[in-house]
């Protein structure tokens, strides 16, 4: 089939449409226009290049417009802005930065794949010279040769997601003293606060400055630089760099001037074949909307997989007139924060209870290997549940090793609509350095089948006047326990349960939730009317006392 197909975007999106078309149609004329100087560049490896840790820039090239040109047969032209797309003639028309010329080109079907463009706050003094922003190789030489020219001593990140986080440790990494400051109340905000303190521990440990809840307010310059920032409460941070890590917004502009539709995200809305409300005209990538595969809402997800899988989708349909259908999107996604690897995939537990669900949670803390195979690392795994029907909504993991796997194992679970008790009986491999023989997920698995059969219920708040009892041995009791626990080890329970009043309601906690719920079942067994097992144990809630050191009754008191 003869037709001529033209792509903007030349990155994640638009380099997966324009190689999957050829492949699928050798006869394709296929023309890809890229507005900056490069196409398929390693967006996700930029902070690594402005860390150092990659040395030569040419390693973020992943191929170059004489490449595709010699294997593929495509046009990518670099520095070609499309400025307007003419959908009356099927036309598009833009810029040749190269010589300043402007363009012309028709189209049979266009692939919109533009990405989208940090969000810059409306603040006097933004467009100072030492504020920067992280989207393509462009950003990444000026930041680097800043650094390098400026040698400046101080920065500020503005923004704690992911890309903020990476940008963080990496000027720390050159030798700068970063602060992050952060809108929400914790790093990495689609993470649940159950799991965002131990980001925050990992940050602050390595000196990382941290302000939590704290935004932009405004921007002090001298001489046309940013010398201070002050955050809306009114705190000034003297810094020597201010970089910008708010978020994206989608880059619609193009398409919303020529009238295709932008739905209520804000991104441009496709159907199952990635085509836009012109069916000549298909949208991928950040840029457009995706349905939640756990909830069926529409949204925007701007992560590299979608981009690359839809792209594949839009471009063998443009070439061919069909193609299978683009799959919901589940957000599953995995960062780096210096030792701490974070990953998560579908809802967290607040957004899964926002949205109605009969929502439950387990949280664990598992070895990611068996803990005999020297090298294990702990991680912390949060399974969220329907408690309705045990479908599994989510789950969030941050650990030393191991946390990518758990979290992809959930994630291939969730796009079947999998529920706990497929979870628990997954057919996993195993061997000591792996894993354990039963895997972190199983156990997650577990606890959740035990919570949804009543016989160990699990409890986050304690309420006042339940009888605390901390079952982990007199020594750990010793080094530290929280206010008013009384410690029975859990191998004297079975004798010494008489120091308790089974009649009163009880929360049970060890270390991590293990003995606890052993203790529990003993204590039920005794005839305790009501005994909770407090959920991740002590481990959980020392965290949770170092992110809200007033929370009460969790008040943590160590052994004169
Ligand atoms: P892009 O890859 O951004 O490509 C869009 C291209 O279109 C751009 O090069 C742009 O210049 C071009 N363009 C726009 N308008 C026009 C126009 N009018 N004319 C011509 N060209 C135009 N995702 C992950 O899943 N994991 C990660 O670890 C990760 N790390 C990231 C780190 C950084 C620093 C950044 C910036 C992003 C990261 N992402 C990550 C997100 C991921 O890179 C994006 O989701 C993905 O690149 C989106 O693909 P896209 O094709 O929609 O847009």
């Not at 010279?129 to 400026?150: C, G, P, Q, T, W």
């Not at 305790?528 to 007033?550: C, E, H």
Request: aromatic share 4%.
């Amino acid at each position: 089939m003869e037709s001529r197909i033209v792509i903007i975007g030349g990155v994640a999106g638009g380099m997966s449409a324009a190689t999957r078309a050829r492949r699928m149609n050798e006869l394709a004329s296929i023309t890809v226009l890229e507005k900056t100087g490069h196409i398929s560049f390693a967006n996700c490896g930029l902070p690594y290049f402005i860390s150092g840790d990659i040395k030569d820039e040419r390693a973020l090239f992943l191929t170059t417009p004489e490449q595709v040109a010699q294997r593929y047969r495509i046009d990518a032209r670099v520095q070609h802005e499309v400025t307007r797309i003419d959908r009356e003639h099927h036309r598009v028309e833009g810029v040749n930065h190269i010589t300043g010329d402007l363009f012309s080109l028709p189209y049979d079907k266009l692939i919109l794949a533009p990405g989208a463009a940090p969000i810059v706050p409306n603040l006097p003094g933004i467009d100072a010279v030492n504020v920067f922003v992280l989207r393509n190789i462009e950003d990444a030489e000026r930041l680097n040769s800043y650094l390098e020219k400026s040698k400046p001593q101080q920065a500020v990140v503005v923004g704690a997601g992911f890309i903020g986080l990476e940008m963080a440790e990496a000027l720390q990494s050159r030798g700068l003293q970063v602060t992050v400051l952060e809108k929400a109340p914790h790093a990495l905000p689609p993470l649940d606060d159950a799991m965002g303190g131990w980001v925050e521990q990992e940050l602050v440990h390595n000196g990382i400055a941290l302000r939590m809840g704290q935004g932009l307010g405004a921007i002090t310059t001298t001489n046309g630089r940013v010398s201070a920032i002050q955050t809306e409460q009114g705190e000034s941070i003297a810094t020597d760099l201010v970089v910008l890590a708010m978020g994206v917004r989608p880059s619609t502009k193009l398409a919303q001037t020529a009238g295709v539709v932008v739905g209520a995200t804000g991104a441009i809305a496709v159907d199952k074949a990635l085509r836009t409300s012109d069916p000549d005209i298909y949208a991928v990538g950040d840029a457009t909307e995706v349905t939640q595969g756990v909830a069926d809402f529409v949204t925007r997800i701007p992560l590299a997989g979608a981009a690359n899988r839809h792209g594949r989708l839009a471009g063998e349909h443009a070439a061919t007139g069909h193609s299978r259908s683009a799959a919901s999107v589940l957000g599953t996604a995995v960062v780096r924060i210096f030792k701490l690897d974070v990953a998560m995939t579908g809802l967290s537990f607040s957004s899964a209870k926002k949205m109605g669900f009969d929502v439950e949670r387990v949280i664990i803390h598992p070895n990611d290997h068996a803990g005999y195979y020297p090298g294990a690392k702990q991680m912390h795994l949060q399974l969220v549940y329907d408690r309705s029907n045990g479908r599994v909504l989510g789950a969030q993991a941050v650990g030393g090793a191991g946390v990518d796997k758990r979290i992809d194992v959930i994630a291939t679970l969730l796009h079947f609509r999998g529920t706990i008790d497929d979870l628990a009986q997954l057919d996993l491999c195993y061997a000591p350095q792996f894993s354990g023989a039963k895997d972190p997920v199983h156990y997650a698995a577990f606890v959740a089948q035990n919570q949804q059969m009543g016989i160990s219920p699990g409890v986050e708040d304690i309420q006042a006047g339940v009888q605390l009892v901390d079952v982990r041995t007199a020594s750990e009791y010793a080094a530290g326990t929280l206010e008013g626990a009384i410690n029975i080890p859990v191998d004297n329970l079975r004798t010494e349960h008489q120091k308790l009043d089974a009649d009163k309601p009880t929360v049970v906690f060890c270390q991590v939730g293990i003995r606890g719920h052993l203790a529990t079942r003993i204590l039920k067994h005794l005839g305790f009317r009501d005994v909770r097992n407090l959920k991740g144990g002590y481990v959980q809630a020392r965290s949770r006392i170092a992110k809200l050191p007033n929370l009460l009754p969790l008040v943590e008191v160590h052994a004169k």
